[in-house]
Antibody, heavy 120, light 111 residues
Framework: QVQLQESGPGLVKPSQTLSLTCTVS??????????WSWIRQPAGKGLEWIGR???????NYNPSLKSRVTISVDTSKNQFSLKLSSVTAADTAVYYC????????????WGQGTMVTVSS | QSALTQPASVSGSPGQSITISCTGT?????????VSWYQQHPGKAPKLMIY???NRPSGVSNRFSGSKSGNTASLTISGLQAEDEADYYC???????????FGGGTKLTVL
């Protein structure tokens, strides 16, 4: 079955760019029935949708983060990526990648999550 | 402040039923049948329990059910079990530029 795995640095310095990659295994990232999202969760807090990408390359971002976020896809590697620039301590969180079901806007498969701390 | 409003906590005894509410607006919960519910145990990733207001993914117990009335969606868990103790989040499509919104989460305690 399809599985997602996040990877990337666990520690990022303030003002730098956070970069994470999600590798999709057990299925093709190019399926037209789905899109691919990043969602984050600060410690002890709720979920925040960051954005999504379709395999066509079309993207949508949370307006609160839009000026700092870029999501890209590499179908040849079955991966999609997140870049978040000018990070501050407020960006410290567990970052999840997830598969979104297009018709339902539901996230049916999630990665295990990766903790990213912003600190000097 | 989350876009969707959930109670911070609910509790129930084993075997009982509980309901968690999720209140939005006509731009999200009330306007579309794209409400989902997620279960999250400590230190784990969320798990999809309900989509399209009331549909269960394969493998999810039929003790979990969803419904909607106006701008409020609800998740009901019947026959509470100790393993149901977790945080629960609702989400919805929204016609605003946010696209997807989550509730603040509800901590379910099984007494």
């Amino acid at each position: 079955q399809v599985q997602l795995q996040e990877s990337g640095p666990g520690l990022v310095k303030p003002s730098q760019t956070l970069s994470l990659t999600c590798t999709v295994s057990g299925g093709s990232i190019s399926s037209g029935s789905y899109y691919w999202s990043w969602i984050r969760q600060p410690a002890g807090k709720g979920l925040e949708w960051i954005g999504r990408i379709y395999t066509s390359g079309s993207t949508n971002y949370n307006p609160s983060l839009k000026s700092r976020v870029t999501i890209s896809v590499d179908t040849s590697k079955n991966q999609f990526s997140l870049k978040l620039s000018s990070v501050t301590a407020a960006d410290t969180a567990v970052y999840y990648c997830a598969r979104g079901v297009r018709r339902a806007d539901a996230f049916d498969i999630w990665g295990q999550g990766t903790m990213v701390t912003v600190s000097s | 402040q989350s876009a969707l409003t959930q109670p911070a906590s609910v509790s129930g005894s084993p075997g009982q039923s509980i309901t968690i509410s999720c209140t939005g607006t006509s731009s999200d919960v009330g306007g579309y049948n794209y409400v989902s519910w997620y279960q999250q145990h400590p230190g784990k990733a969320p798990k999809l329990m309900i989509y399209d207001v009331s549909n269960r993914p394969s493998g999810v117990s039929n003790r979990f059910s969803g419904s909607k009335s106006g701008n409020t969606a609800s998740l009901t868990i019947s026959g509470l079990q100790a393993e149901d103790e977790a945080d629960y989040y609702c989400s919805s499509y929204t016609s605003s530029s946010t696209y997807v919104v989550f509730g603040g989460g509800t901590k379910l305690t099984v007494l």
